[in-house]
């Protein structure tokens, strides 16, 4: 384990949001809290189990999914390193809505559910910081499930590839930290169609591709395609 991970106090992956707690409140968060390392593909929580734990992903990328009444598996959201994971429904609900399984190798912080609902009620800045975070997530899922469901096929699978090089990784050449299938889950679109996509991409020069190793060849055009697909 790092050890700048042990103490919230000097944490280098802290979050904005604990820096409105005061020293006291987050040496309650270091002797409380657990730090869990898993492998790609673990579930780390499976819809329906109890929420008992503030989830923070301080390294790699996961996913929230469920299961449609089709009983097809839908994905719900990524989420990146320094994310809070199922924000919107820690204090609304006492059961997880859905699903969460590591698409790498990742590291989360667990902060019993309890602890952070009485900061919640003593600390009015760790509650608007709490407020603004969950505003932004909502936002955040309204914006992109409206841009997908506007979006042609060949719109959708610009945007998935824009989304991951630039919010995610922050490079334009990545490996996919996810199947065909599952782009398919996350846009609404079949395995063999964003197969299909990827290769005419790959044939008209926007990207290289080579099993998960994607490089961007020509973000203007990709962007062009995002935007007015």
């Given at each position: 384990?790092?050890?700048?991970?042990?103490?919230?106090?000097t944490c280098k992956y802290k979050s904005q949001l604990f820096e409105k707690?005061?020293?006291?409140?987050?040496?309650?968060?270091?002797?409380?809290?657990?730090?869990?390392f898993v492998s790609k593909g673990d579930m780390i929580c499976r819809e329906g189990e109890s929420i008992t734990s503030f989830v923070y992903l301080v390294q790699g990328l996961i996913k929230l999914h469920k299961m449609d009444r089709f009983g097809r598996d839908q994905i719900v959201s990524i989420a990146k390193p320094l994310d809070?994971?199922?924000?919107l429904t820690l204090f609304s609900d006492k059961t997880y809505k859905y699903s969460i399984t590591a698409l790498q190798d990742s590291t989360l912080c667990f902060v019993d559910i309890e602890l952070m609902k009485k900061f919640v009620t003593i600390n009015g800045a760790f509650a608007l910081e709490v407020m603004k975070n969950i505003s932004a997530v909502s936002d955040d899922i309204i914006k992109k499930t409206y841009a997908i469901n506007s979006k042609?096929?060949?719109?959708?699978?610009?945007?998935?590839?824009?989304?991951?090089?630039?919010?995610?990784?922050?490079?334009?050449?990545?490996?996919?930290?996810?199947?065909?299938?599952?782009?398919g889950e996350l846009i609404d679109m079949t395995p063999e169609n964003?197969?299909?996509?990827?290769?005419?991409?790959?044939?008209d020069g926007l990207i290289n591709l080579k099993g998960k190793s994607v490089e961007i060849l020509n973000k203007s055009m990709l962007l062009k395609i995002r935007d007015l697909g």
């Open positions: 384990m790092d050890n700048r991970m042990e103490n919230c106090i707690l005061s020293e006291e409140q987050l040496k309650e968060i270091s002797s409380s809290k657990k730090t869990v809070f994971v199922g924000l042609n096929l060949r719109g959708r699978i610009a945007l998935v590839l824009s989304d991951f090089a630039d919010s995610i990784f922050g490079s334009y050449s990545f490996d996919l930290p996810i199947s065909r299938k599952e782009i964003v197969i299909r996509i990827l290769s005419e991409f790959r044939r």
